[in-house]
């Protein structure tokens, strides 16, 4: 009120105003146990002990680029490609609300063969059937076309920016432009979607220096959503041999961005869960209050080989919900019963 600050409002804007080399020294200093701990009542403050469930859909393994580190990329032809109809795609949509899934998430390679008339029906029979948000994970479009995409009902949308550094991107995904990827960001926040990006850890040639401005830009951004996990090498692609990103590393970084970005969402990646059996569950207790478990069709689903050895995608893994639900219990943790939008607020313009 008279511009003097408490003890406690300073903290809080020294930590989320970390600078550069504040955050190479989380990244890098002997013990993390301070910064996890530090995330996690930071996570508690805004999210309680609630954790948001997002039920993903993985309905096209075809992809029309080539990024260096993905097993769906078009060069792969080691892979079975897939499809699901339509019909199949609202069915499983309409299964997850069963559940209670009270968001979508539609993930997909650049698979153009659906054009946006095609994905815009999808997303109205999905929100006319089931009373839930829809997430879409589809790459670059255009402006236009996210624009009919959100006027046919999608609620956010996730594109990561995968690394910060200019060159390393134009490396790792030749057929993409670093411009293009943040201006597609833009369209999408400039549309009125609650936007997810992220990137991942331990790409080959990333250094702590680009780490931190991968944080640094996150932050910039001003985002609803973050996704980050460990880069894990597939052997059907260009890194096939190169180091995989570990979860200490991974972890640090969720961490401080739990704690430079106190309000968005973080899920616990599916990828973290692959790199180490209890991946998942350490990151929610260094920042994260998000989970995104699996509700395409089993058959389909050791076909979405983005990095090799991924997490229930057999049988014994067919409800992944009951799952989840145990792990959550035994964490102390509780499934919210609301949509998990942004708790940010968002200028609309239509
Ligand atoms: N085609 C869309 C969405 C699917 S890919 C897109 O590219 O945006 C979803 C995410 O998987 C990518 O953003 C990338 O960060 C991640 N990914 C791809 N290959 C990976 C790998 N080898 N290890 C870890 N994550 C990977
Ligand atoms: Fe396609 Fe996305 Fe994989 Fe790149 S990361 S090859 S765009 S699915």
């Known amino acids: 009120m008279n511009g003097l600050k408490t003890v406690k409002e300073i903290y809080i804007f020294k930590m989320t105003n970390l600078n550069k080399k504040e955050i190479i020294k989380w990244l890098t200093t002997g013990d993390a146990s301070e910064l996890f701990a530090l995330a996690d009542t930071t996570r508690k403050k805004y999210f309680k002990d609630e954790v948001h469930i997002r039920g993903i859909i993985e309905f096209s393994n075809h992809c029309g680029k080539d990024c260096f580190y993905c097993g769906l990329r078009k060069g792969n032809r080691n892979i079975e490609r897939y499809r699901m109809s339509e019909d199949e795609i609202i069915d499983t949509a309409a299964k997850a609300g069963k559940l209670g899934y009270r ?57 990561r920016f995968e690394t910060s550094n200019k060159e390393l991107f134009q490396k790792l995904k030749p057929d993409s432009s670093y411009e293009n990827r943040l201006n597609c960001i833009k369209n999408l926040k400039d549309l009125g979607f609650q936007v997810g990006s992220g990137f ?58 739990r704690i430079v970005m106190p309000d968005v969402h973080i899920p616990a990646t599916t990828a973290i869960g692959t790199v180490e059996k209890n991946g998942r569950e350490k990151a929610l207790q260094c920042g994260a209050n998000v989970i995104m478990p699996n509700v395409t069709p089993i058959k389909y689903r050791k076909h979405y080989e983005i990095y090799p050895n991924k997490i229930c995608i ?28 942004s708790i940010k607020r968002k200028p609309h313009i239509q």
């Open 103 to 159: 968001t979508i998430l539609l993930q997909s390679g650049e698979d153009d063969s659906y054009d946006i008339i095609t994905l815009c029906n999808i997303i109205k029979r999905i929100k006319s059937s089931i009373d839930c948000a829809v997430t879409l994970s589809l790459g670059e479009k255009s402006f236009d076309g996210y624009k009919s995409l959100k006027s046919a009902g999608a609620d956010r949308y996730l594109l």
């Open 200 to 257: 991942m850890v331990g790409l080959p040639g990333q250094t702590y220096e680009i780490l931190a401005d991968d944080i640094l830009l996150l932050r910039d951004l001003d985002l609803d959503m973050i996704g980050i996990g460990p880069f894990l090498a597939h052997h059907n692609t260009p890194l096939g041999g190169v180091v995989s990103g570990t979860l200490d590393l991974t972890l640090r970084t969720l961490a401080v961005i």
């Open 314 to 341: 057999d049988e014994a893994s067919s409800d992944c919900r009951l799952c989840i639900e145990g792990m959550l219990k035994s964490l102390g943790r509780t499934i919210s019963a609301n949509r998990g939008d």
